[in-house]
């Protein structure tokens, strides 16, 4: 996710929105592939497969710092193992891109 998450910032930062979408919806398909939840990864799965048809570029308006912000929290929840603040994070991104 590391790896996704640098992806992410990199092509935000060259302004080439196609591969900051890529990037964005692989960084959450690594979380999903991490999970051992067969009914939730089946679902994000299907969910993921959906978005990436019409991907080509993250939402209009959408505050490209604040998800930077949420992905870069979410990792860190993960390394330390907290539940309550990974959640967080990935409601605060669902925020940012469905606004």
């Not at 939840?37 to 799965?45: G, I, P, T």
């Amino acid at each position: 996710m590391k790896q996704e998450a640098a992806t992410f910032e990199k092509a935000l930062k060259s302004g080439n929105a196609e591969a900051a979408a890529r990037a964005n919806v692989s960084f959450y398909a690594a979380l999903t592939e991490l999970s051992v939840n067969r009914a939730l990864r089946e679902a994000s799965e299907a969910a993921q497969h959906l978005v990436r048809l019409g991907s080509k570029e993250l939402p209009p308006g959408v505050d490209s710092d604040a998800l930077l912000q949420a992905h870069s929290t979410l990792l860190t929840a993960l390394s330390e193992g907290d539940a309550g603040s990974a959640d967080e994070a990935l409601q605060r991104a669902r925020t940012i891109l469905t606004r």
